[in-house]
């Protein structure tokens, strides 16, 4: 037998990881030295690029002072990317030869500021950006080459399963890339526009990132295209307005907006949503000229087209299917206008743009005066801002002289003249509800035909609308006294909820970056703190015990709580990556009932809503689990080389050494007799899960016994006597969590309604 210790890890084995700066700081220049063997890299490097894009071998890599051997590089890029070019961008590959990272980041893309005489337009590009969606955080470093200076370049965090794992909740769905696998063209437009059934006629456009999902996204281009009023239940449509918005206003046509159509990622998130995310925002600000059209018109936009881009570009080009869609749909476009004028407001008129353009150059001014590699001279840098500077064929915009005149545009057409709603005052009834309860959302709102309350039970999922009322019937005060008010049962221990209004010409949110803000409504049900919730027990080689919900052998994690009271783990992570503590977040509702059991998935899977999946699996080979709140460790363990169905577990449940089980004890006590002996467990089977209106309960138990139900916070619903089977009556029963106890076995059940 094996006998394993749960440890929180030491200071001195977390140090690094612990007290070092993000590598996407944005105060920090990032240090990035590569060695290479060969003398001729640059040449291998080419010939890799132009031929199966492939990387090259680099002796080393230092970053930041961390050294690492035998990684992959590789020149990335199109139009970016030349031959010629001293200073071309990189894509390194840390773990490319070898299973390595530098503080949980395996992949740096590199970007060298193509046509950019200031040097910062995709740092700050996504430093604005992150305000409204999610995107890549970014940065700027210095890279040596064998020892030579290349420059500063700018360190985007790369689109991965990591990224969609903290954005999106999941790692494992379909994701593409949309840019174009061929040189991008008018003809070769990533736009979302249905072809064909056939996923081949879609290989030259798109790139697929993961194992499987060329029909599922064949069928969204169906949808996008020829079910347009359907599209909001396959894509998010808030992220795509979002999106849509900020190139309008920052004038990034190396986007959807643009002549190609590309540079996004999409990714099918657990609702079955694709999610856009904008990546490569080097050309932002007016740095690529080039609207399209559907004829294949490649014409250059004068700095004055530019300056004046309107907000319906592409509106009624079906080559452009998404802009089609926002702008044609009534309400979407006044959401379109609502999100541009956020935008607007908080970065144009209050010229934060400016301050911050201002603070990136001079963090990275020393060093641009030492960079013999940059496309432009240390003049044209320091006028980047105030000064239009020719590239070629054509004059890069000053970013300021560009947003200063969409401003002035902007503010002066129909659109943005439309008187909008005010909203203020939004209030609950209760600021810290009980789970279950009913609490009701007021707000004062002028000049609206509609008020709605967007609203979900877990980040996880969707917003929902529902109509808010002013007809004094809906806890709102006297009807038509401009106070608005509407219901809201509360389902889960968080609960997410914005405000939007809108009259027949414009509208507004609350928080104005609704959906990407919002308020929130958090239940009375505490916290766990050290101690109160450890790892229980852990299964890694599932190959025939217990089934998850979709019917398949998975590992597993179970979690219990040593305290007599219910406790609320929402927010809270599991990793299994000590320098990644925050690898996965537990969803809203996140409940384990006092002296019970919350037992996670370990497989990077989907769930139907009834069990936690978490996004990694556990290694067979051995690793670590860590349970973190915040930045703080509530319990962790390292385990070494695991067999199949060979669980390890505490007995004591909760305070107990970790021993081997050769019966697994999945979501019930490790020691059901005595503190040795795993006996007479009880199988305890639940059915229909999630339920409705009745709930099957049956379990082998032969003797009469007590079978209590309580709901998540500990309230008895049902306590009753029980043999073998019952069939429970749960149409009275809120909607929620709740766990039926038996003997030694406790298992979990959601009522929806």
Request: charge should be negative; aromatic fraction near 12%.
């Amino acid at each position: 037998m094996r006998v394993f210790s749960a440890f929180i890890f030491c200071l001195l084995f977390m140090c690094e990881s612990v007290s070092a700066q993000s590598f996407y700081d944005i105060n920090t220049i990032q240090k990035i030295e590569l060695t290479f063997s060969q003398p001729n890299w640059d040449y291998q490097l080419d010939t890799a690029k132009q031929g199966a894009d492939t990387y090259i071998l680099a002796t080393q890599v230092k970053i930041n002072g961390v050294t690492f051997d035998s990684v992959g590089v590789k020149y990335k890029g199109n139009s970016s990317y030349s031959p010629t070019s001293k200073k071309n961008p990189l894509h390194i590959e840390i773990d490319h030869y070898k299973n390595q990272s530098y503080n949980g980041i395996k992949d740096i893309k590199l970007g060298n500021n193509y046509k950019d005489p200031s040097m910062i337009r995709e740092v700050l590009g996504y430093d604005i950006l992150k305000n409204y969606m999610h995107c890549s955080q970014s940065n700027f470093a210095k890279v040596y080459i064998n020892g030579v200076y290349y420059g500063v370049y700018s360190n985007t965090e790369n689109i991965d399963k990591q990224f969609y794992s903290n954005h999106y909740y999941s790692s494992g769905n379909t994701a593409i890339k949309c840019n174009p696998i061929v040189n991008p063209s008018t003809n070769t437009k990533c736009n979302l526009k249905y072809i064909n059934n056939d996923s081949s006629s879609y290989f030259n456009f798109y790139e697929l990132k993961s194992n499987y999902g060329w029909n599922q996204f064949v069928a969204l281009c169906d949808t996008v295209t020829n079910y347009q009023n359907r599209v909001s239940d396959n894509i998010d449509i808030d992220r795509v307005i979002w999106m849509l918005a900020f190139n309008n206003v920052m004038v990034n046509l190396d986007s959807y907006s643009g002549a190609f159509c590309q540079n996004y990622y999409l990714y099918k998130d657990n609702t079955n949503h694709y999610n856009p995310t904008i990546w490569d925002l080097n050309m932002c600000f007016g740095g690529f000229p080039y609207l399209g059209s559907g004829t294949g018109s490649m014409a250059q936009l004068s700095i004055t087209n530019l300056n004046t881009l309107p907000i319906n570009i592409h509106s009624t080009d079906v080559n452009w299917p998404l802009i089609n869609i926002v702008n044609n749909n009534a309400q979407y476009k006044r959401m379109l206008v609502a999100h541009m004028r956020t935008i607007t407001e908080e970065f144009l008129a209050s010229n934060n743009y400016l301050t911050k353009a201002q603070l990136f150059q001079s963090i990275i001014d020393t060093s641009i005066v030492n960079d013999t590699c940059k496309s432009f001279t240390y003049s044209q840098f320091q006028n980047g801002l105030t000064q239009n500077i020719s590239v070629g064929s054509y004059s890069v915009p000053g970013i300021s002289n560009l947003l200063n005149a969409r401003l002035s545009y902007l503010q002066g057409t129909t659109d943005f003249g439309y008187a909008t709603p005010t909203i203020t005052n939004v209030v609950s009834s209760s600021i810290s509800p009980t789970l279950n309860s009913t609490v009701t959302i007021n707000t004062s709102v002028t000049n609206a035909t509609s008020v709605y309350l967007g609203y979900r039970n877990d980040v996880t999922k969707k917003f929902e609308r529902t109509l808010m009322y002013d007809d004094g019937l809906h806890n709102d005060g006297a009807s038509g006294d401009a106070i608005f008010g509407t219901d809201l049962t509360i389902t889960a221990t968080s609960m997410q909820y914005y405000i939007y209004a809108e009259n027949n010409n414009a509208g507004m949110f609350s928080p104005q970056r609704a959906e990407h803000e919002y308020y929130t409504l958090t239940t009375n049900i505490s916290q766990p703190t050290s101690g109160q919730v450890v790892i229980n027990e852990f299964l890694a080689v599932n190959q025939s015990g217990q089934l998850d919900e979709n019917n398949q052998y998975e590992d597993w994690i179970e979690l219990y709580n040593t305290t007599n009271t219910a406790l609320d783990l929402s927010g809270l992570y599991l990793s299994d990556n000590n320098t990644n503590l925050q690898k996965f977040t537990f969803p809203s509702n996140s409940i384990i009932p006092a002296n019970g059991y919350l037992t996670v998935w370990a497989d990077e899977d989907n769930g139907d809503g009834s069990s936690i999946h978490c996004n990694f699996k556990l290694s067979a080979s051995g690793e670590q689990i860590f349970l973190t709140k915040g930045t703080t460790i509530l319990d962790s363990v390292t385990f070494g080389s695991q067999n199949a169905d060979i669980s390890v577990g505490r007995c004591p449940n909760g305070t107990g050494s970790f021993s081997v089980f050769t019966v697994p004890t999945y979501n019930s006590s490790n020691c059901a007799v005595g503190l040795n002996e795993l006996t007479n467990r009880i199988n305890l089977v639940l059915y229909p899960n999630p339920v409705n209106q009745f709930i099957t309960i049956e379990s082998d138990i032969e003797k009469e016994t007590t079978l209590t139900i309580t709901n998540s916070v500990g309230e008895i619903i049902i306590q009753k006597p029980f043999k073998q089977s019952e069939k429970i009556n749960t149409s009275a029963f809120s909607q929620g969590i709740y766990f039926v106890k038996l003997e030694n076995s406790v298992v979990k059940f959601i009522v929806l309604h």
